[in-house]
T-cell receptor
Framework: TQLLEQSPQFLSIQEGENLTVYCNSS?????LQWYRQEPGEGPVLLVT?????EVKKLKRLTFQFGDARKDSSLHITAAQPGDTGLYLCAGRGPSNTGKLIFGQGTTLQVKP | GAVVSQHPSRVICKSGTSVKIECRSL??????MFWYRQFPKKSLMLMAT?????????EQGVEKDKFLINHASLTLSTLTVTSAHPEDSSFYIC???????????FGPGTRLTVL
């Protein structure tokens, strides 16, 4: 069974601080996605990483896929209150079912 | 971009009644859709894979007689929570994969409250 361990599960920081969220597995994923979800809404895709070692940037967010495609990280620079939300990593396994395997999620609160 | 809608967005029902939730892909066809359940501040838990024209595939521990799934067309999947009880109260989300991509498009979710 493929599992994704996401950490930390809760994070409360002050505006302007940096943070990193980790997503780790013992399994290889063909791709990994990061989502952000606000209360009462569905998850919104932030990025998809496919190639081992890949780094993608989205404004103040930097996403990295591990060389072995077993882990990923999300780094936010100078966090703002608008970054508050639930961040989810999700991996697509090697089988062709299309299923996504989700990490436990990280609830981020950025205080002004 | 691709859009997935859900209806209703929220529903309150009495214990013992059945509730149907619709998931529609608005501008693309989806032979497969996924249904998730989510508890507050928790991650998404996959319940089942809805397959157009065939039976749904349920994840381990999900009662198929309790959560009926019908994928009647290439743009519509429905989840019916039968004989709902308060413990079925949750946020239910569907998703549909984009054609030929790894991207999944999520619906806005349905908040079910069973009294």
């Amino acid at each position: 069974t493929q599992l994704l361990e996401q950490s930390p599960q809760f994070l409360s920081i002050q505006e302007g601080e940096n943070l990193t969220v980790y997503c780790n597995s013992s399994s290889v994923f063909s791709s990994l996605q990061w989502y952000r979800q606000e209360p009462g809404e569905g998850p919104v895709l932030l990025v998809t990483v496919v190639t081992g070692g890949e780094v993608k940037k989205l404004k103040r967010l930097t996403f990295q896929f591990g060389d072995a495609r077993k882990d990923s990280s999300l780094h936010i620079t100078a966090a703002q209150p608008g970054d508050t939300g639930l961040y989810l990593c999700a991996g697509r396994g090697p089988s062709n079912t299309g299923k996504l395997i989700f990490g436990q999620g990280t609830t981020l609160q950025v205080k002004p | 971009g691709a859009v997935v809608s859900q209806h209703p967005s929220r529903v309150i029902c009495k214990s013992g009644t059945s509730v149907k939730i619709e998931c529609r892909s608005l501008d693309f066809q989806a032979t497969t859709m996924f249904w998730y359940r989510q508890f507050p501040k928790k991650s998404l838990m996959l319940m089942a894979t809805s397959n157009e024209g065939s039976k749904a595939t349920y994840e381990q521990g999900v009662e198929k007689d309790k959560f009926l799934i019908n994928h009647a067309s290439l743009t519509l999947s429905t989840l019916t929570v039968t004989s709902a009880h308060p413990e079925d109260s949750s946020f239910y989300i569907c998703s549909a994969p984009g054609l030929g991509t790894d991207t999944q498009y999520f619906g806005p979710g349905t908040r079910l409250t069973v009294l």
